[in-house]
């Protein structure tokens, strides 16, 4: 079974940091993009950050976050992450991680169309003092 397990989130104060990590079973998660989607109570699902496969290894980041969260991914234990440093009130939301992306040369890169085909049940991260 395909399986995609979001982890990670909690209450963090303002400026505080959090990893979260997303674990996959049943397929390589190297072989694929991943991205991390965050979804705030009363808006619309954004993409955060996308890294092509490892092939490749190319990370993408929308500008509210860049130079504060780094996705990253560890082959050997399947596994994608997002650190997130000086977190802000705004960064409030539930996380999903996802794959896929556009393949070229061997490669599958940066964007990926979220999708839920794999269960991730997402998990919620709450930046308050």
């Known amino acids: 079974q395909l399986r995609l397990v979001d982890s990670g989130g909690g209450l963090v104060q303002p400026g505080g940091s959090l990893r979260l990590s997303c674990a996959a079973s049943?397929?390589?998660?190297?072989?694929?993009?991943v991205a991390w989607f965050r979804q705030a109570p009363g808006k619309e699902r954004e993409g955060v950050a996308c890294?092509?496969?490892?092939?490749?290894?190319?990370?993408e980041y929308i500008d509210s976050v860049r130079g504060r969260f780094i996705i990253s991914r560890a082959d050997a234990q399947n596994t994608a992450f997002l650190q997130m440093n000086n977190l802000k009130p705004e960064d409030t939301a539930a996380y999903y991680c996802?794959?896929?992306?556009?393949?070229?040369?061997?490669?599958?890169?940066?964007?990926?169309?979220?999708?839920?085909?794999?269960g991730g049940q997402g998990t919620r991260v709450t930046v308050s003092s």
């Open positions: 996802s794959i896929g992306g556009k393949y070229s040369d061997g490669v599958y890169r940066c964007p990926v169309i979220y999708t839920n085909d794999y």
């Open positions: 049943g397929f390589k998660l190297a072989n694929y993009a």
């Open positions: 890294i092509s496969s490892s092939r490749d290894g190319s990370t």
